[in-house]
């Protein structure tokens, strides 16, 4: 009997308990004390999560002005690229000589070649600008005023430039006085020729060579040199012509771009 009336107590005291605390939230509520706890109480969590809050800020800024930054650098590339086309177009009317070591010009800046070694001599060269500079995979390098090359890896300070003496370097090129289209390629050797010109077409020694449509880094009208005689016609109608650079890559201590 005892026992019953102790769980009855219990579970009255229970309840009891249970409607007050409803009846308290609801009071305190209607007094704002509990948004006066939780306010307190973020407060106080606040203080700890205050340096995870600043790093996040502080990344989300890096991360905006980086992309701002690129967004930016991506512009002045396609104009630079854009403004090298017209120049090259103006230079073909004009028959100014627009690329040039000349270090006095602002568009043009120049590198030292740190390395050229002897088993690879007419394929690539190393030079002493890289991601720090802008400079990017791809880009043009020259000589004397003419085409000898282009970047083909990029690091933070330095840059490989593949030599159009290479063999693997193969540009579409076009002979300015008759607009007949070829690709140019090296032999690895320091002889570089003109292939896929069709035969009969009164070629000449001494005509002009230059690059053909080939991307924004790379614009037409790049100079390159000019024929050096035939070599060769081909039963598939055909003609090989040498090329004369008109840079000497025998040996050279710095390019421009």
Partial sequence: MDNTRNTTREWVHGLTALI??????????????????????GALLSVPEYPAVVMREIFLSWHSWSRDKNTLNSEVM???????????ELAKITGEKIYSDDKNNSDIKTARVTL?????????????????????QGLPIFHEGYLIGRVSS???????????TSPSFLIPAVIEETRELGVVAGDGN???????????????????VSTAMIGEQLPPGLPIGKIA???????????????????DLSR??????
């Avoid at 396609?78 to 090259?88: G, H």
């Avoid at 088993?119 to 002493?128: F, K, T």
């Fill in 20 to 41: 007050l605390g409803l009846f308290l939230l609801g009071i305190s509520s209607g007094l704002g004390i509990v948004k006066n706890i939780v306010d307190l109480w």
């Fill in 78 to 88: 396609k104009l630079r690229d854009e403004n090298a086309a017209l120049r090259l």
């Fill in 116 to 136: 050229r070694a002897p088993m690879s001599w007419w394929n690539e060269i190393r030079i002493d600008r890289g991601e720090h500079d802008n400079i990017t």
């Fill in 154 to 164: 990029v690091t933070l300070m330095s840059s490989w430039a593949e030599l159009i």
């Fill in 190 to 208: 320091g002889t570089v020729v003109l292939r896929y010109i069709p035969a009969g077409r009164g070629i000449k020694t001494g005509m002009k």
């Fill in 229 to 247: 005689g035939e070599i060769a016609s081909n039963s598939d109608g055909y003609a090989t012509y040498k090329i004369e650079l008109g840079a």
């Fill in 252 to 257: 050279f201590y710095t390019v421009s771009y």
